[in-house]
């Protein structure tokens, strides 16, 4: 399922994700969808350990790396988020990128 019905029931995909993760807890794109739905819902402290879990599982990931960043950009952590950029070679331009896409996430539609 993934987060292909997020846009139309985005607390039924999170239940839905969450199930999954239950089951298969070091499934790095169930962690990293589970992570994102919460943090497009505003729910940022529950989505920190799924984004942060998923990185772990898979440190050469670049979507969870991606979202961990925007997640704490999102959450005001800048020094944090340059830390993990850092620590993963991502580039100013690529940082610049996700902060674009981070603005683009809070403003309203």
Same mark, same amino acid.
């Given at each position: 399922? *993934?987060?292909l019905y997020a846009g139309r029931d985005l607390? !039924? /995909?999170v239940q839905h994700l969450r199930l999954a993760v239950q089951?298969?807890?070091t499934d790095v794109l169930f962690r990293n969808d589970l992570g994102y739905a919460l943090m497009v819902s505003g729910r940022y402290k529950e989505a920190l350990p799924e984004l942060a879990t998923a990185v772990e599982l898979d440190q050469? !990931?670049?979507l969870s790396r991606n979202n961990l960043i925007m997640l704490l950009l999102?959450?005001?952590d800048e020094? *944090? /988020?340059r830390q993990v950029a850092r620590d993963s070679g991502v580039s100013d331009d690529?940082? /610049?990128g996700l902060r674009r896409k981070t603005q683009s996430?809070?403003?309203p539609r």
């Open positions: 399922m *993934r987060l607390n !039924g /995909a089951r298969r807890p050469t !990931g670049q999102l959450t005001k020094a *944090r /988020a690529e940082l /610049a996430m809070t403003k």
